[in-house]
């Protein structure tokens, strides 16, 4: 998430004027990032809406790096393998379609092999060989090149993940 406090033109001015609505908006950021706290994983259903906050910031991060000139390659071969099964999806469907197979794919590897298993770069080692279609993704998301922030959201799923007993 953006958020502008000025512009970079009043900078060259002795007092640059700060957006009054962009300090709100960061100090609402601030407070959410700073007083959140993960929730134990007790039921179904608290892991269920973990996991699916964490593929939405997937999702988000996904559909970003789409919206670029140059997305990154993870990105590009998994719309390419995509087209395949959905030959009329579009950025938004390939992003969800993007945060679901990872968040539920590292999920499938914490079930096989544990947490040891769960990172990105190794994942695809543990998925089962009758699971090919996610097995060739994650090969293909380990290998290639990711973006900082995408990697970022995929290292939230990991860690989540791994708090699962």
Not at 3 to 17: A, Q
Not at 64 to 81: F, H, V
Not at 99 to 127: C, M, N, P, W
Request: include cysteine; aromatic fraction near 10%; charged fraction near 25%.
């Amino acid at each position: 998430m953006d958020c502008s406090l000025f512009t970079l033109d009043p900078l060259s001015k002795s007092k640059p004027k700060l957006n009054p609505k962009a300090i709100d908006i960061l100090e609402e950021l601030f407070d959410v990032f700073f007083s959140y706290n993960a929730p134990l994983i007790e039921s179904p259903e608290v892991l269920s809406k973990e996991l699916a906050t964490k593929a939405k910031l997937v999702r988000w991060y996904a559909l970003q790096e789409l919206k670029t000139d140059k997305p990154c390659y993870a990105i590009e071969n998994y719309k390419l393998d995509l087209k395949s099964l959905m030959p009329d999806a579009d950025d938004e469907q390939t992003a969800d379609a993007y945060a679901q197979t990872i968040t539920y794919g590292l999920f499938l590897v914490k079930l096989h092999a544990g947490s040891e298993a769960l990172r990105l770069d190794a994942a695809f080692a543990q998925i089962p060989g009758n699971e090919g279609v996610i097995k060739a993704i994650f090969k293909n998301a380990s290998t290639s090149n990711i973006s900082e922030e995408l990697r970022w959201a995929v290292q939230c799923v990991e860690e989540l993940s791994r708090r699962l007993l």
